[in-house]
T-cell receptor
Framework: DQQVKQNSPSLSVQEGRISILNCDYT??????FLWYKKYPAEGPTFLIS?????DKNEDGRFTVFLNKSAKHLSLHIVPSQPGDSAVYFC?????????????????FGQGTILTVHP | DTGVSQDPRHKITKRGQNVTFRCDPI?????LYWYRQTLGQGPEFLTY????????KSRLLSDRFSAERPKGSFSTLEIQRTEQGDSAMYLC????????????????FGEGSWLTVV
């Protein structure tokens, strides 16, 4: 049961253009979402996150959009750079306790390979 | 550099042998996670500790797997009687819960330990 899905295995973009990576989830208990970037033979590196009380979060070139009704989130990278070429994972979590201040284990999508061409 | 350190980075072992991986989390992070990642998939949750207590184990963690965090600092993951299906990258991650706001929600990963069982 794949609760977090990234349906595009790969994406190719020209340098300077926008990269849009998509992610869908099925578990309505998820209320915190993260994007990680991963190079081969390295661990995932945190990029940006969003809580379900928001629909947009921006950090420099990275913006994450959340559509709760559609259970869909996307990561926009503008402008794309060759150094952005990597595997991008979206991940989701739900609070362990009713307090909701500590978010627990992550459920990851399968990843999307982004290639940015010079 | 996220500050989560894993050792060894690579391990090749014969089927049936035991292997142990070590993880040193970011200082003052009270929660520590173990994940496993196979080719073409996102990381999958295995287990986590809050301080020295192991609070949850995934059904992926068979009886041949054992994890410890004896003093609430570093952790070890041991795999006994390794099988070829155990070949994967084993990722450790840490988190500091109890912080106000979203900064306590981010989980930081180490660079992973590659296991190849031949």
């Amino acid at each position: 049961d794949q609760q977090v899905k990234q349906n595009s295995p790969s994406l190719s973009v020209q340098e300077g253009r926008i990269s849009i990576l998509n992610c869908d989830y099925t578990n309505s208990m998820f209320d915190y979402f993260l994007w990680y970037k991963k190079y081969p033979a390295e661990g995932p590196t945190f990029l940006i996150s969003i809580s379900s009380i928001k629909d947009k979060n921006e950090d420099g070139r990275f913006t994450v959009f959340l559509n709760k009704s559609a259970k869909h989130l996307s990561l926009h990278i503008v402008p794309s750079q060759p150094g952005d070429s990597a595997v991008y994972f979206c991940a989701a979590s739900s609070p362990f306790n009713a307090g909701g201040t500590s978010y627990g284990k992550l459920t990851f999508g399968q990843g999307t390979i982004l290639t940015v061409h010079p | 550099d996220t500050g989560v350190s894993q050792d060894p980075r690579h391990k090749i072992t014969k089927r049936g042998q035991n292997v142990t991986f070590r993880c040193d989390p970011i200082s003052e992070h009270n929660r520590l996670y173990w994940y496993r990642q196979t080719l073409g998939q996102g990381p999958e949750f295995l287990t986590y500790f809050q301080n020295e207590a192991q609070l949850e184990k995934s059904r992926l963690l068979s009886d041949r797997f054992s994890a410890e965090r004896p003093k609430g600092s570093f952790s070890t993951l041991e795999i006994q009687r390794t099988e070829q299906g155990d070949s994967a990258m084993y990722l450790c991650a840490s988190q500091r819960i109890g912080l106000r706001g979203s900064s306590g929600n981010t989980i930081y990963f180490g660079e992973g330990s590659w296991l190849t069982v031949v």
